[in-house]
């Protein structure tokens, strides 16, 4: 079993930062990537940005330049800090991690989300 959790979300104006971070825990051999997405009202849930265990990250055209995501190996911790936010980011972000656990076998687990509202 492996929980994750996911902090920070809040209310902004357009033009402001906010600051994520999600936790993974639980009886995690390795995790592989962990990433945000987020699902807007009546849309369907998109990648926002991922990074691998090594370091590698892939971002959502739509972020590239304003979001930076980094992760701390040591604590099975992401961050995304999202500046520069438009009322468009407005959404749920959920937080997912991929790896393995004990006894060995994957695991793809997703946090309960946190919402980002950004004020025009």
């Known amino acids: 079993q492996v929980h994750v959790v996911e902090s920070g979300g809040g209310l902004v104006q357009a033009g402001g930062s906010l600051r994520l971070s999600c936790a993974a825990s639980?009886?995690?051999?390795?995790?592989?990537?962990m990433g945000w997405y987020r699902q807007a009202p009546g849309k369907q849930r998109e990648l926002v940005a991922i990074?691998?265990?090594?370091?590698?990250?892939n971002y959502a055209d739509s972020v590239k330049g304003r979001f930076t995501i980094s992760r701390d190996n040591a604590k099975n911790t992401v961050y995304l800090q999202m500046n520069s936010l438009k009322p468009e980011d407005t959404a749920v972000y959920y937080c997912?991690?991929?790896?393995?656990?004990?006894?060995?076998?994957?695991?793809?687990?997703w946090g309960q989300g946190t919402q980002v509202t950004v004020s025009s």
């Open positions: 990074i691998t265990s090594g370091g590698s990250t």
């Open positions: 997912n991690a991929k790896g393995l656990l004990l006894p060995i076998r994957s695991f793809d687990s």
């Open positions: 639980g009886s995690i051999l390795s995790i592989n990537a």
